[in-house]
C-alpha cells in the first residue's frame, strides 16, 4: 500500500512537471522570455546529465546545455503539446551534443578538474559518485554508462531514463544494477 501510494505520488509530480513545462513553453513561443528560467530551473539537472553522458566533457555539457535554452527559446512555437515535453527537449539536446560530438570528432572522458564543477552543480553529489562514475567512462559499456550517468549527475528516475531511451523499465533497472556490480566489483579489485 505504502508503495502505491510513493508511485502515485512520483506520478503526480510527473504530471505537474509536464503540465509547467507545456505552460512555460506555451509562454515562451508567446514571446514571455522569462518563462525560459522556470523551464531552465525544472529540467537543468536532466538535460545535462544526458549531455554530459553523450559528450564526457563538461565544459563541453554546459556549452551544450546553454545552447539547448536558447534553441528552445527560438523554437517554442514549434512544440505541439504531446504531454512530453521533456522528451522534446532531451531531443533538442540530443541533436546539438551529437553535432558537437561530430564537429570534434572525439568522445574523451571527463578530466578530474570538471568533476568538481560538476559535484558543485548538484548537491547530492558526493567523491564517492565521481570515482563511481569516472569507473563507468571507461570501463563498462556505452549504454550502462549512459544509464548510470543520467540517474547519478541527471537526477532521473529509472521510469523517466527508460522512457527516455525507449526501453522498458525492467531492462533500465536490469541494466543499471548490473553496471553498479560491476562498478563495485571493479572497485573492489582496486583496493587489493
Not at 506520478?11 to 522570455?33: F, M, S, Y
Not at 560530438?101 to 574523451?108: K, P
Not at 550517468?149 to 529509472?158: E, F, Q, S, T
Not at 523499465?169 to 560491476?182: E, G
Request: net charge negative; glycine share 4%; hydrophobic share 45%.
Amino acid at each position: 500500500m505504502f508503495l502505491l501510494s510513493m508511485v502515485d505520488a512520483a506520478d503526480e509530480q510527473d504530471k505537474n512537471q509536464n503540465e509547467l513545462l507545456e505552460i512555460n513553453l506555451r509562454r515562451v513561443a508567446r514571446g514571455h522570455t522569462d518563462a525560459i528560467g522556470e523551464i531552465y530551473e525544472l529540467t537543468k539537472s536532466a538535460v545535462y546529465g544526458y549531455v554530459l553522458s553523450i559528450l564526457k566533457n563538461a565544459q563541453d555539457a554546459e556549452d551544450i546545455l546553454q545552447e539547448t535554452y536558447v534553441k528552445i527559446c527560438l523554437n517554442a512555437e514549434s512544440y505541439h503539446a504531446q504531454g512530453k515535453p521533456l522528451a522534446w527537449i532531451f531531443t533538442i539536446a540530443r541533436n546539438l551534443a551529437l553535432m558537437k560530438l561530430r564537429g570534434q570528432n572525439r568522445i574523451t572522458d571527463i578530466p578530474e578538474f570538471e568533476w568538481e564543477q560538476i559535484a558543485a552543480g548538484n548537491q547530492e553529489f558526493r567523491s564517492e559518485d565521481r570515482i563511481v562514475l569516472s569507473a563507468a567512462l571507461t570501463r563498462i559499456s556505452e549504454e550502462e554508462s549512459r544509464i548510470v550517468i543520467l540517474h547519478a549527475v541527471g537526477g532521473m528516475k529509472h521510469r523517466e531514463i527508460a522512457e527516455w531511451l525507449g526501453m522498458p523499465l525492467a531492462t533500465v533497472l536490469s541494466k543499471y544494477h548490473r553496471a553498479i556490480k560491476k562498478l563495485q566489483k571493479i572497485l573492489e579489485d582496486e583496493e587489493m
